[in-house]
């Protein structure tokens, strides 16, 4: 079954693209949380789709699976507080702030053409499949980026 994201798919590029970079990366430094978002415009200007097709296709980005934890937590942001930078804390402020920049492409890419990432301590215990033809491009903190 996949997730109901009718709430998501209200929102404006750069907030549903700041609530992924919240979802996924929030703990990250902001070289990491800048990667995330040059991600998925990699992912877009390659597929020609748009931002909101690839930021919510299924099994892509962790943050909007049904049954994970930051999905309920994106939800919730976006219901009760809205996506509001009087309501929002440091760390989505700062996410909004990269995704703002990515969107008007005021942020470089810095993940050498990346198209996907994940955690370090997945990726050195048990790669997904996927990883093992793509190109590492680079770490930041807790995340390994990838060209495919």
Not at 10 to 26: C, D, F, N, P, V
Not at 46 to 63: I, N, R
Request: a neutral charge; proline letters at 6%.
């Amino acid at each position: 079954m996949l997730p109901d994201n009718t709430l998501f798919e209200k929102l404006t590029t750069a907030q549903l693209l700041g609530l992924l970079i919240y979802g996924e990366a929030r703990g990250e430094p902001v070289e990491g949380q800048i990667a995330v978002a040059c991600v998925v415009r990699n992912r877009m200007t390659k597929s020609g789709k748009p931002w909101h097709e690839v930021m919510l296709a299924p099994k892509q980005f962790s943050c909007f699976n049904l049954g994970d934890p930051n999905r309920e937590r994106l939800i919730e942001i976006a219901v009760h507080k809205g996506i509001d930078p009087a309501a929002a804390d440091k760390a989505l402020l700062q996410c909004l702030w990269i995704a703002r920049g990515i969107v008007d492409n005021y942020l470089i890419d810095n993940t050498d053409r990346a198209n996907h990432f994940c955690a370090v301590h997945l990726y050195e215990s048990k790669p997904p499949t996927w990883a093992t033809p793509a190109v590492a491009t680079v770490r930041y903190s807790g995340h390994q980026f990838f060209r495919l």
